[in-house]
C-alpha cells in the first residue's frame, strides 16, 4: 500500500478536504438512513456507507465536464462530483425542488450542468451508456472522459462483457470502476462468480486494469489518478477495481442475516474514514481538527435534510411532463395516454 | 427515376450523414451495407468513424447509442432483425425511453433504432416476427412504421431530427419495391396519418406492408360496390387518432389490419380507444385482422395459413358493411 505522501501528492490541505469529503458522504447516508426509516424516502434506499474512499479518491480526479454515471448505490459518487446535497436530498424525498423534480429519486439522479449523467436500477445498464458518451466524446473531439461506477454483481451480466469489448475495440475514453464489495446484494462473491478478481476479466479483451484497497483513500487516489490520466491520453478504456465493504445492506432495512457478526465487525474495523483518520494524525494534523471537519459535515448534511424539506412536494401536474421533447409529440393526447 | 424502399432509405441516410455531423451509423455489418444493403456505400462516403461495424452485442450497442445520444450524437443504430430487439430491451425500455423523464428534462435521447420486422417467405420464427406493440406499450418511445418507398424516406429523415428515441420498423416484404420519390415533397410530420385512399363505407386502418394489402383489398371491394378507405397510421406511438375518427365518422364502419397476432396488438389499442369514444358513430362490430396465434413457421404452406393477408381484409370488409 502506498504511504500518503507519494507520487502526485496533492498536499496536506488537499487531503484533509478529501477526508472532508468522507465525511460528508457518510453523513448524507447517515441522513438518508434517517429519512427512510422514518418513512420520508419513497421507495428503496441503498447506501454507500463505508465505500466513501472509493467515490472521493476517483471523483477527485474528474472535472465537471466529464461524463459520470453511476449505479443504484451512487449517491457517494454524485456527492463526490460536485453535486448539490440540498438538491440531491430533495429529489431523494420526493421534492419539485430535487435534481429531477422528482422524478427520477434515489436510484436516478442525474446533474447534467455537474457532468453526472444517470445512474440506473438495472445493475450493468449503466456500463454501456458510459461507453456511448465515451464515444461522443472521442466523435466530438471532446478532451473529456466517462467514468462508471459498478460492483461486482453486474460483472454477472453480459452486459459487463459486451461493453467491454467495444470499449476496447474502439479505444474509448471510458474508466470501469468497480467497487467489488464482495456482495451481489445477498449474494457472497463466492456464490456468484468462479472467476476471484474482478480485474481478471480485462486481460483476455487486453484492457489495462488495477486492483486496489478501496478502503484506503491515498491509495484509490493514486491508482484513480494514473488510471484517469491513461484515459484522458488516449490509450484507451481502464478497470480499476476498488476492494472494499458494503457497511450497511443492500438496502435501509436489510437486516443482513446473510452476514455473520464477525464479518460485520471486521468490515467496521476496515472503515475508511478511520483509516485516514490515522493517516492524517501520523502526520501530525490535530484530532481536534480532524474531528472539527467530520463535525462540520454532520452539520452541513443536518442542514441539507432541512433546505430539502422546506422545497415544495412534487406537483402532480408535472406527472406527464419530460415524457417526450418534440412539441408535436407532447401535444398528441395518443402520446402520453 | 424510382427508387427502392432500400434506396430511398440509403437517400435518407446519406442526405441526414451529409446534413449534420452528429448523426452517425452504427450496427452490425452496417459498414459493410448491413444485412440487407440499406448502408451500402456510406462508410466509404462519409468515413468509417461515422459508419461503424459492431460486435453482435445488442445490448451494449443499444446503450453505446443511448450513451452517445445524451452527450451530442444523433445515432441511428441498426438492429437487423425486430426479433434480435429482445436482446436490447433492458436499454430501450428501462434508458433510452426513460431518461428524458428520469432526469426531469434535462437529458435527451435524440437517437433512431432502425429494425425490419414481418415474415416474407421461411424465415420462420426467430426472424420473422411483428412486435411493435410491445414498443408501444412503453412511454417514452416513438414507434414508426413506414408503408412504402417514400414514406420511408420521409418519416426516417423525420425521425433522426425529432429529438425522441425511436424505433423505427421497416418491413423486409417492402424492401424491393420501387417508387419515385416526388421533387419537393414535404417531410410527413412524426404523429400524422394519411389517408392512402379515400371512401365512404368503412375505415381499414392499417401500417406498414398491410397498407399494400389494404389497398389491394379496396380495389377488390370497389367492384363489389363498397367504398373503402384506408388509413395509413404511419406512426404507433403517437398514434392519430384525430384521423381515425374523423375517418370513421364519414363511414362507421372499421376493420384493422395488422400483420402482427391480434392478441394485445396495436389493433386491440384502437378499438378499445374507439369503442371508448366514438360508440355511438359505430354501425358495426370493430373487426380485427391479424396473423393467427402461432409462431411464424417455416414451411411456406405453413406460413401462408397464419399469415394475414388481402383476402382476409375483403372477408373482414364484407362482413363489417353486411
Known amino acids: 500500500m502506498r504511504a500518503v505522501i507519494d507520487t502526485g501528492d496533492p498536499g496536506l490541505e488537499e487531503w484533509k478536504r478529501l477526508f472532508g469529503q468522507l465525511w460528508r458522504i457518510r453523513a448524507f447516508e447517515g441522513q438518508v438512513q434517517t429519512l427512510a426509516a422514518a418513512g420520508e424516502v419513497p421507495g428503496f434506499a441503498h447506501l454507500s456507507t463505508g465505500q466513501e474512499a472509493v467515490a472521493v479518491g ?11 454515471f453511476t449505479s443504484h448505490r451512487g449517491h457517494g459518487h454524485v456527492l463526490a462530483k460536485g453535486s448539490d446535497a440540498r438538491a440531491m436530498l430533495a429529489e431523494i424525498i420526493g421534492r ?22 444517470g445512474a440506473t ?24 472522459i466517462s467514468v462508471v461506477f459498478f460492483g461486482d454483481g453486474a460483472t454477472g451480466a453480459g452486459i459487463f462483457h459486451e461493453t467491454v469489448n467495444l470499449s476496447v475495440l474502439w479505444q474509448l475514453p471510458v474508466l470501469f470502476v468497480c467497487e467489488n464489495n464482495g456482495y451481489a446484494e445477498f449474494t457472497s462473491r463466492e456464490e456468484h462468480s468462479t472467476v476471484g478478481s474482478v480485474r481478471a476479466f480485462a486481460d483476455p479483451y487486453g484492457m489495462a486494469a488495477a486492483t486496489v484497497d478501496g478502503n484506503d483513500l491515498p491509495a484509490v487516489f493514486e491508482a484513480a489518478r494514473e488510471a484517469t490520466a491513461r484515459v484522458r491520453s488516449g490509450a484507451g478504456p481502464y478497470l480499476l477495481e476498488c476492494m472494499t465493504h458494503r457497511m450497511a445492506g443492500h438496502y435501509v432495512g436489510d437486516a443482513q442475516h446473510y452476514r455473520s457478526r464477525e464479518e460485520l465487525a471486521a468490515v467496521t474495523a476496515k472503515c475508511p474514514i478511520e483509516r485516514m483518520k490515522r493517516r492524517l494524525l501520523g502526520l501530525a494534523v490535530a484530532r481536534e481538527e480532524l474531528d472539527a471537519i467530520g463535525e462540520a459535515a454532520i452539520r452541513e448534511m443536518a442542514q441539507a435534510v432541512a433546505d430539502a424539506r422546506a422545497g415544495a412536494p412534487a406537483d402532480p401536474r408535472m406527472a406527464l411532463c419530460h415524457v417526450y421533447g418534440a412539441p408535436a409529440l407532447q401535444a398528441n393526447p395518443g402520446a402520453g395516454e | 427515376m424510382s427508387q427502392t424502399y432500400i434506396e430511398l432509405l440509403r437517400r435518407a441516410l446519406d442526405e441526414e450523414l451529409s446534413l449534420d455531423p452528429a448523426v452517425h451509423l452504427l450496427g452490425e455489418d452496417v459498414a459493410a451495407g448491413g444485412a440487407f444493403g440499406v448502408t451500402k456505400g456510406l462508410a466509404q462516403k462519409h468515413g468509417a468513424r461515422r459508419v461503424r461495424n459492431t460486435p453482435i452485442s445488442e445490448a451494449a450497442i443499444a446503450g453505446l447509442a443511448t450513451g452517445a445520444a445524451l452527450c451530442g450524437l444523433r445515432p441511428v443504430l441498426e438492429i437487423m432483425f425486430i426479433d434480435f430487439a429482445t436482446l436490447a430491451l433492458d436499454c430501450l425500455v428501462n434508458q433510452s425511453a426513460k431518461y428524458r423523464y428520469m432526469s426531469g428534462g434535462q437529458l435527451a435521447v435524440p437517437m433512431v433504432v432502425r429494425t425490419q420486422a414481418g415474415a416474407a417467405g421461411g424465415a420462420a420464427a426467430q426472424h420473422s416476427q411483428s412486435l411493435e406493440s410491445w414498443f408501444i406499450h412503453v412511454p417514452g418511445l416513438v414507434v414508426v412504421a413506414p408503408s412504402s418507398p417514400v414514406e420511408a424516406y420521409g418519416l426516417l429523415k423525420r425521425s433522426i431530427r425529432l429529438g425522441d428515441p425511436v424505433l423505427f420498423i421497416e418491413h423486409k416484404r417492402l424492401y424491393a419495391l420501387r417508387e419515385e420519390l416526388p421533387a419537393n415533397l414535404p417531410l410527413p410530420d412524426i404523429g400524422r396519418a394519411r389517408v392512402a385512399r379515400a371512401g365512404c363505407d368503412v375505415t381499414v386502418i392499417t401500417y406498414s406492408a398491410m397498407v399494400g394489402s389494404a389497398l389491394e383489398a379496396a380495389d377488390i371491394v370497389a367492384g363489389q360496390g363498397l367504398s373503402a378507405e384506408v388509413i395509413d397510421l404511419r406512426t404507433l406511438t403517437p398514434l392519430d387518432m384525430q384521423t381515425v375518427a374523423a375517418s370513421v365518422m364519414k363511414t362507421h364502419r372499421v376493420v384493422i389490419a395488422h400483420e402482427a397476432v391480434r392478441n394485445g396488438g396495436v389493433g386491440a389499442e384502437i378499438a378499445a380507444r374507439l369503442a371508448g369514444e366514438l360508440f355511438d358513430e359505430l354501425d358495426a362490430p370493430i373487426t380485427r385482422v391479424g396473423c393467427r396465434f402461432a409462431p411464424i413457421p417455416f414451411a411456406p404452406e405453413l406460413e401462408r395459413a397464419v399469415l394475414p393477408g388481402t383476402a382476409d381484409i375483403v372477408r373482414a370488409v364484407q362482413a363489417a358493411c353486411a
Open chain 1, 96 to 117: 419539485s425542488t430535487g435534481l429531477c423534480q422528482g422524478h427520477g429519486g434515489s436510484m436516478h439522479l442525474v446533474d447534467a450542468p455537474n457532468g453526472v449523467l
Open chain 1, 58 to 68: 476517483v471523483c477527485a480526479h474528474l472535472g465537471r465536464e466529464d461524463a459520470l
Open chain 1, 121 to 144: 436500477g438495472v445493475v450493468g445498464g449503466n456500463l454501456p451508456l458510459a461507453a456511448g458518451a465515451a464515444w461522443a466524446a472521442q466523435a466530438r473531439g471532446k478532451a473529456a
